[in-house]
């Protein structure tokens, strides 16, 4: 039984390997397709680029981990049904079940690190990388001056270039704005052509100009000449500009702006903010409704006017409120009318605003009971997609890479799209979170029951050849027509 298991784990492992690197290059163009506009042309060095890829892929662990269980144990009973040697296991005597049980094994140990990933790497991972990507965002876009078109990426400068040399690296025609000192424009800069050099280190630019002009208007002088506006003019064969890039160098923010995230939080964190959370809302929903009571529906007065209201209508204290209202001559019915509408109408914006609130303390609270049911969620499917995966791979009785990477592909989507289909209800509050995180597993887990009780009984759920095999008959038919068709021509 040892060389069994060993046989089995050998023909998985290596699956198992090669789709998991698959799923998580797959997912990371996806994120690279995502942010490709934030990371191109901001002069990001190699090491930024290879952490945010590594912090990237250690962020998707926990999705292609699923897939790689389900696509690999699909695979590998595809081959060993495919080859007869699963035949051969159970002529032997050994059910499908304990085929599969060093697999599910397996599952059940990637299950729980899965669970440890997401609760104590994952939560640092997201911190890190959406700190990360939030620096990358603010980083300003390298210098790189374009044609025809004013460039203003340099603090106080604003160059424009009519036509560049790819070859030559010159520039001609060169108008440069210096707003450094805040007054207009003020002094300008013309050059026939001029060159654009980086420093090694590139902290500092050095723009080369030859024959060129720059025009200074100086600042008017006081008293009787006041309104003169004298102006500086410098001819000039060859010119250098120094501009200083150190400014432009990617500054690393505080990772303590994110980390109170419902992405960036374990278990027991989230069990403690959501407490928290349900707690402030509670009493946030208690003080408003007492606070509406007491301003609006039930106006409280102090004593004096208290004490001379009871005095002055003790007596219909107990009528109707259409007796009582009928005691009041026109003009003070005017005022209680228009009293009763402010106060109503007042009522009317605090529950709105009241309602607006509350709805985004929902919402926030959802989130955090989403983030904390995904982490059972996402590990426990690699235990439930094994069960699909295995027993649908002793079924179809197909290996290799083609028709059981459609399948399992096609399953993990159904999976992903109602697992996200719940989560955004669940965020909406349109549903239940518990409901909205768990409705992908209640679903597959029939469908994981059925399928292994099927492949343990030897029973065909579907035979694709009972699709294929008529499509490749009509179409060997249908050359056979075409080609009896030409020897009739001739």
């Known amino acids: 039984m040892k060389k069994l298991n060993l046989f089995i784990l050998k023909s998985f492992i290596g699956p198992f390997i090669a789709t998991f690197f698959v799923a998580i290059f797959v997912l990371l163009m996806q994120f690279l397709w995502r942010y490709i506009d934030d990371i191109v042309g901001k002069g990001l060095g190699f090491d930024i680029v290879a952490q945010l890829l590594g912090l990237a892929s250690t962020t998707m662990v926990p999705t292609a981990l699923p897939l790689a269980i389900l696509l690999s144990s699909l695979m590998t009973f595809g081959n060993l049904a495919e080859h007869n040697e699963l035949v051969a296991m159970k002529a032997a005597g050994i059910s499908l079940f304990r085929i599969m049980q060093p697999l599910m094994w397996f599952a059940v140990l990637t299950m729980v690190g899965a669970f440890l990933f997401s609760n104590y790497v994952l939560p640092v991972a997201n911190l890190k990388g959406r700190t990360l990507i939030y620096d990358i965002k603010k980083q300003p876009a390298e210098v790189m001056i374009p044609e025809g078109s004013f460039y203003n990426g340099i603090d106080g400068r604003s160059i424009r270039v009519a036509k560049k040399d790819d070859d030559t690296n010159m520039m001609y025609n060169i108008l440069i704005y210096d707003h450094s000192e805040n007054r207009g424009n003020n002094f300008v800069t013309q050059a026939d052509s001029g060159t654009l050099v980086f420093t090694k280190n590139r902290d500092y630019l050095i723009l080369t100009l030859f024959n060129g002009t720059s025009y200074d208007e100086k600042k008017p002088k006081r008293g009787r000449d006041a309104f003169a506006y004298p102006m500086e003019r410098i001819i000039f064969q060859r010119e250098q500009l120094l501009f200083d890039l150190t400014d432009l160098d990617m500054e690393r923010s505080d990772e303590d702006l994110f980390k109170n995230n419902y992405q960036m939080l374990s278990v027991d964190q989230l069990t403690y903010t959501i407490d928290s959370l349900n707690v402030e809302t509670s009493a946030r929903r208690d003080k408003f409704t007492q606070n509406l009571l007491q301003r609006n529906y039930f106006k409280r007065l102090n004593k004096d006017q208290d004490a001379q209201l009871k005095t002055n209508f003790a007596d219909l204290e107990r009528q109707p409120f259409d007796t009582l209202y009928n005691q009041f001559n026109s003009r003070m019915k005017t005022i209680l009318v228009s009293s009763a509408l402010s106060y109503a109408r007042s009522a009317q914006t605090q529950l709105h605003s009241a309602s607006i609130?509350?709805?985004?303390?929902?919402?926030?609270?959802?989130?955090?009971?989403?983030?904390?049911?995904?982490?059972?969620?996402?590990?426990?499917?690699?235990?439930?997609?094994?069960?699909?995966?295995?027993?649908?791979?002793?079924?179809?009785?197909?290996?290799?890479?083609?028709?059981?990477?459609?399948?399992?592909?096609?399953?993990?989507?159904?999976?992903?799209?109602?697992?996200?289909?719940?989560?955004?209800?669940?965020?909406?509050?349109?549903?239940?979170?518990?409901?909205?995180?768990?409705?992908?597993?209640?679903?597959?887990?029939?469908?994981?029951?059925?399928?292994?009780?099927?492949?343990?009984?030897?029973?065909?759920?579907?035979?694709?050849?009972?699709?294929?095999?008529?499509?490749?008959?009509?179409?060997?038919?249908?050359?056979?027509?075409?080609?009896?068709?030409?020897?009739?021509k001739r």
């Open 357 to 488: 609130t509350m709805s985004n303390k929902k919402s926030w609270l959802n989130k955090h009971k989403i983030a904390w049911h995904k982490k059972f969620t996402y590990s426990f499917a690699c235990l439930l997609l094994f069960f699909v995966g295995a027993p649908l791979g002793a079924i179809i009785r197909k290996g290799g890479m083609g028709l059981p990477t459609v399948i399992s592909i096609l399953l993990f989507l159904l999976y992903y799209i109602i697992s996200i289909t719940g989560e955004k209800y669940g965020k909406e509050g349109a549903a239940d979170p518990t409901i909205g995180m768990w409705v992908a597993t209640i679903v597959f887990i029939p469908l994981g029951v059925y399928l292994t009780i099927q492949a343990s009984r030897d029973r065909v759920v579907f035979n694709i050849d009972k699709y294929i095999v008529p499509i490749q008959n009509a179409i060997t038919r249908f050359m056979a027509f075409r080609r009896y068709r030409r020897m009739k």
